[in-house]
C-alpha cells in the first residue's frame, strides 16, 4: 500500500525519458509505484500537482512533487544511495552524458521515429506537440530529415561503442552500470521500441554496443504496483512537504526564501510554474505552492535547462 513515502511515478510506457526512471528503479532493487498518465493533455490529475508543468515523468513522494528526469534521479540517489549511480565516482560526467544523451542524441532520434512514422500518428498528438514544442509537427519535414538524423545517429552510437572499448569492462565507466549508460541507453530503447528496422541497420556495424544494450535490458524495473492519479492526488493532500529548506547565499540573481518565483524549461515544454522559493542549491529549486483542496505542495526542478525569475 503506497504511503506518504513511496515512490510515485507518472508517466506513459512509451516514454523513453520515464524509461530512464523505471531502469534506475530496477538497478537499485527499489519498490515503486506506478501511475499512468495520458501522453497528450489534458491531464486534469497530474496538473494540479506540478502547477503546469506538463512534460513527462513526475515524480511524487507525498506530497513533493519533482519535475525532470534531471532532479528525479538526484532525488532517487539522495534517498537511496546505495547501490549508486556512480559506481566509479563518475557523477559529474554521468551528469554530462546525460544532458547530451536527453538532447543532441533525443533530437537526432526524434526525425528517424516520426519521419518513418509520421502516417501513424494521430492528429491530437501532433497538435499536442506542437503546444508543446511552439513549432510545427510537420513530419513530412522529419522525412526530409531523417537521412541526415540517421548520420547523426550513428555518430552518437559510434562514441558509446569507443567509450565502452576504452573501459574494459561491461559498462560505459568499468564493470559495475551507472547513470551514465541508462542515460545513453534511453535513445537506443526509443529508436527500437518505435521503429525496429531503423534500429537493426544503424546497429549493425556496432557490435559491442548491441551485447550493452541487452544487459542494460536485463537490468529490469524493480518491483512495481499500480496506483490511479486520483489516488496519488488524493496522498498528496493528506501528505505534508518535507523538503529541504534554505536559500543558497550564493544565489546568482539574488533570490530569497520566500521570495515569488517563476521556474519553466529552457528548451520545449515552457509553462511557467509560479510559488515560494522554499530551497534552492546550483542543482535544485523547489517552490511551495497552496492548492485548493490540496494544501501545501511543493515542486521540485533541476537548475541545468531551467529558467529562474522572480515573479
Aim: proline letters at 7%.
Amino acid at each position: 500500500m503506497a504511503d506518504a513515502d513511496s515512490l510515485i511515478l507518472h508517466h506513459f510506457n512509451a516514454s523513453p525519458f520515464s524509461e530512464k526512471i523505471r531502469l534506475v528503479m530496477g538497478l537499485k532493487g527499489l519498490n515503486w509505484v506506478s501511475v499512468v498518465i495520458p501522453s497528450i493533455m489534458p491531464k486534469p490529475d497530474l496538473t494540479p500537482l506540478t502547477g503546469g508543468y506538463r512534460r513527462t515523468p513526475v515524480l511524487q513522494i507525498g506530497a513533493d512533487i519533482y519535475c525532470d528526469t534531471q532532479l528525479i534521479l538526484r532525488e532517487i540517489e539522495r534517498r537511496h544511495p546505495s547501490p549508486t549511480l556512480y559506481p566509479n565516482g563518475e557523477a559529474g560526467l554521468s551528469w554530462m552524458i546525460a544532458m547530451w544523451a536527453d538532447r543532441a542524441f533525443f533530437q537526432a532520434s526524434v526525425p528517424i521515429i516520426f519521419g518513418a512514422e509520421g502516417f501513424n500518428v494521430p492528429e491530437a498528438f501532433k497538435r499536442d506537440r506542437e503546444q508543446l514544442s511552439g513549432r510545427p509537427f510537420d513530419t513530412e519535414q522529419m522525412r526530409a530529415a531523417s537521412p541526415m538524423m540517421r548520420d547523426q545517429w550513428r555518430g552518437h552510437v559510434a562514441w558509446v561503442e569507443e567509450a565502452l572499448e576504452a573501459s574494459k569492462g561491461d559498462w560505459l565507466f568499468g564493470d559495475k552500470p551507472g547513470l551514465g549508460d541508462i542515460s545513453a541507453y534511453m535513445n537506443f530503447w526509443f529508436l527500437r521500441n518505435a521503429y525496429r528496422p531503423s534500429y537493426d541497420s544503424l546497429m549493425a556495424p556496432f557490435e559491442t554496443a548491441r551485447d550493452w544494450v541487452e544487459r542494460v535490458d536485463d537490468i529490469g524495473h524493480g518491483t512495481v504496483e499500480t496506483m490511479t492519479s486520483q489516488e496519488a492526488v488524493a496522498l498528496a493532500g493528506q501528505s505534508t512537504p518535507i523538503a529541504r529548506t534554505g536559500v543558497d547565499e550564493q544565489e546568482p540573481q539574488g533570490l530569497r526564501e520566500g521570495n515569488f518565483v517563476s521556474v519553466s524549461p529552457d528548451d520545449y515544454g515552457r509553462d511557467p510554474v509560479t510559488g515560494k522559493l522554499v530551497f534552492s542549491d546550483a542543482s535544485e529549486i523547489a517552490l511551495e505552492r497552496d492548492v485548493p483542496g490540496l494544501g501545501t505542495l511543493v515542486v521540485h526542478f533541476p537548475r541545468v535547462g531551467y529558467t529562474a525569475r522572480r515573479s
